[in-house]
């Protein structure tokens, strides 16, 4: 079990998707299933939309539900998990370790990519340019996105840090040249 997390647009989703192509893991992102259950017409799904068009975070309970089912479906046993955008604040840490105590996290992949300063329309770029149709690639969004990234997530990143469980990657190259870093972290295990 590795958590793969970075800024939005950093290029967690196509390292992941890199990742199980070369390596074999199973790639579990959690704005994935957030968005498949809101396009679902539950009850859930209206409130899961909610929430990820303001820029905030959904209920952990509700994401390490959908997490765990996945995992389940897939046949957990000795499979290879990414899990790409989670855990995204110190609740979906709490809650992760109280209900998922049988998944050992191995490390935190971490992407990471400046969002001030000349180089932060890396980020902008490939979120505005990414054409997925997804309610939350737009400025405004983005904007909350970044705040709630900066306040929420990346303590997480200092919590598994202080642990010595981070590895740390550059997300600003080529998606083949973040690829050859990550194959690199990877290895180093």
Not at 71 to 98: H, I, T, Y
Not at 133 to 159: F, G, H, W
Request: overall charge negative; hydrophobic content about 40%.
């Amino acid at each position: 079990m590795i958590f793969v997390l970075g800024g939005p647009g950093v290029g967690k989703g196509t390292q992941c998707k890199l990742l199980v192509d070369s390596q074999g893991f199973i790639h579990l992102s959690a704005g994935d299933l957030l968005r498949a259950e809101r396009r679902s017409g539950s009850a859930q799904g209206d409130l899961i939309e909610r929430i990820i068009v303001e820029g905030k975070i959904v209920p952990s309970e509700i994401t390490v539900g959908l997490l765990r089912s996945a995992m389940q479906s897939s046949g957990w046993g000795a499979k290879r998990f990414l899990v790409d955008g989670f855990p995204r604040n110190q609740e979906n840490v709490d809650v992760w370790n109280r209900l998922m105590a049988d998944a050992e996290v191995e490390f935190l992949l971490f992407l990471d990519c400046p969002e001030v300063g000349d180089r932060q329309d890396v980020m902008m770029n490939r979120i505005l340019g990414r054409n997925e149709a997804r309610s939350d690639d737009n400025i405004e969004s983005l904007r909350k996105r970044l705040v709630t990234y900066r306040e929420q997530t990346k303590p997480v990143v200092d919590l598994y840090e202080r642990e010595g469980k981070v590895k740390k990657i550059s997300g600003e190259g080529t998606p083949e040249e973040v690829h050859r870093l990550v194959l690199g972290a990877l290895h180093a295990s």
